[in-house]
């Protein structure tokens, strides 16, 4: 499931919406480069899932699981996971997480924590951003507190609906309410970038290319 927004997205690149937003006056819209893709070359786009929740020794195996397969029930289809768990000693993402939301129609996950079966991942081809990878789980560690709610992922925070655009160079969160503004302005800027390519590639001085088209 992909909805036009999210199609107009992926034909984007992060650095141009980058250039977009921070020319909007807009700020502290990109994930830290910690976060990193396991596919390089899949660029992962859509609006967001948000999933927050915390370490607690304290719960048993299966009141953690009960408390994750719920979890898991409630994403939306045509969207991302994105996952503040506010830990970085387990993994929050694996195999049999990523295949029920492949099923249910999900684009990616994307989270501050570590994940793990990232060959099983692979083989999927599900796109997973994480801040590492250790075979710990959340089994009687890790408890949701709750999804759809704002998020913060430092320094960027992340509200239910906005749209997420991540390739080899990193990821930035595009607020919803101004997504169609920013993918519209960057398929501007993409047309002027490439008329400026064209411009230098065939001899013209780069700063006379600059001033006649205002990009580069």
């Known amino acids: 499931m992909t909805d036009t927004l999210t199609e107009r997205l992926e034909a984007c690149y992060t650095g141009v919406v980058h ?8 700020r502290d819209f990109t994930l830290p480069q910690s976060i990193r893709p396991i596919i390089a070359d899949k660029v ?3 609006p967001v899932f948000t999933v927050t929740g915390h370490i607690d020794k304290g719960a048993d195996a299966h009141e ?7 979890l898991l ?3 939306k289809a045509g969207h991302v996971w994105v996952s503040q768990p506010n830990d970085r000693t387990i993994a929050h993402m694996g195999e049999l997480s990523a295949e029920t939301l492949q099923l249910k129609g999900m684009r990616g996950c994307v989270t501050s924590g ?10 999927m081809d599900f796109q997973t951003w994480c801040d590492g990878f250790t075979p710990r789980d959340i089994v009687g560690m890790w408890l949701p507190d709750a999804v759809d709610v704002p998020i913060t992922i430092d320094p960027v925070t992340i ?8 390739d080899r160079d990193g990821m930035v969160i595009i607020p919803k309410d101004i997504t169609e ?11 002027t970038e490439n008329k400026v390519r064209t411009a230098i590639l065939a001899g013209d001085d780069p700063q006379q290319a600059y001033l006649k088209f205002g990009k580069f």
């Open 181 to 191: 503004e920013v993918i519209t302005k960057a398929e501007d800027a993409v047309a």
């Open 64 to 70: 953690t699981l009960l408390a994750w397969t719920g």
């Open 114 to 123: 570590a994940i793990r079966d990232v060959d099983f991942l692979l083989k």
């Open 73 to 75: 029930s409630k994403a």
């Open 19 to 26: 250039d977009i937003m921070r020319g909007m006056g807009l």
């Open 44 to 46: 992962l786009a859509g």
């Open 159 to 166: 509200n239910p609906g906005d749209y997420c655009l991540g």
